[in-house]
C-alpha cells in the first residue's frame, strides 16, 4: 500500500508536469493564446492534483496519513478529501460545460490558494514537529513551482478580459 501510495505522487506530479508542458505547447501554437492553454491545463493540474489527493484521502485515508506523518482517522482529514473532492468536480463540469475562462480561473484561483495554505501548514508542520516527511517538505516547493508555471498565462488571460 505504501508504494501505490508513492505512486500516487508520482502520478500527480507526472501529470501536472505534462499539462504545464503541453498547456505551453497549445499556448504557443498559433500566436500566444493564454486562454487556450488555461483551458487545457486547469482541469488537468486540478484533477491530478485535488482529484486524485482526494480520493486518496477517503480510500487509503490510514496509510495516508502515516506516511505525511498525520494523525490517523481525523475527521478533518475526511474533510479536507471531500474539500478536494469538489475541486476536482467543479473544474471538470466548468471544463466540460464550457462555462468560459472567468468560470475556469475561479476555480483555479479557489484551488490555489487551498493549496498555499495547505503549503504553508505542511512546512509549519515540518519545522514545528520536526516532522520532515516527503510531503510535508515538497508541498511548498511544489506549489511555489506550479503557481511559477501558471503566473505568465493566467495574468495573460486577465489582460484579455
Known amino acids: 500500500m505504501k508504494t501505490f501510495l508513492k505512486i500516487l505522487d508520482i502520478v500527480r506530479i507526472t501529470i501536472v508536469s505534462i499539462s504545464i508542458y503541453f498547456g505551453y505547447s497549445?499556448?504557443?501554437?498559433?500566436?500566444?493564446?493564454?486562454?487556450?492553454?488555461?483551458?487545457f491545463m486547469i482541469p488537468?493540474?486540478?484533477?491530478?492534483i485535488a482529484g486524485i489527493s482526494g480520493l486518496e484521502g477517503l480510500l487509503f485515508a490510514k496509510k495516508s496519513a502515516e506516511l505525511k506523518g498525520f494523525?490517523?482517522?481525523s475527521n478533518y482529514q475526511r474533510q479536507s478529501a471531500i474539500a478536494l473532492l469538489s475541486y476536482a468536480v467543479v473544474a471538470v463540469v466548468v471544463y466540460f460545460l464550457n462555462w468560459g475562462i472567468k468560470?475556469?480561473?475561479?476555480?483555479?484561483?479557489?484551488?490555489?490558494?487551498?493549496?498555499i495554505f495547505s503549503g504553508l501548514n505542511h512546512a509549519i508542520d515540518a519545522f514545528k514537529r520536526n516532522n520532515y516527511k516527503w510531503q510535508n517538505i515538497n508541498r511548498p516547493i511544489i506549489t511555489l513551482m506550479l503557481?511559477?508555471?501558471?503566473?505568465?498565462?493566467?495574468?495573460?488571460?486577465?489582460?484579455?478580459?
Open 147 to 161: 503557481i511559477i508555471a501558471l503566473i505568465y498565462p493566467v495574468f495573460m488571460a486577465l489582460k484579455t478580459l
Open 26 to 39: 497549445i499556448g504557443f501554437t498559433n500566436g500566444y493564446d493564454p486562454i487556450a492553454q488555461l483551458h
Open 71 to 73: 494523525e490517523v482517522g
Open 44 to 48: 488537468l493540474i486540478i484533477f491530478a
Open 103 to 115: 468560470a475556469e480561473l475561479t476555480i483555479l484561483f479557489t484551488f490555489i490558494f487551498f493549496f
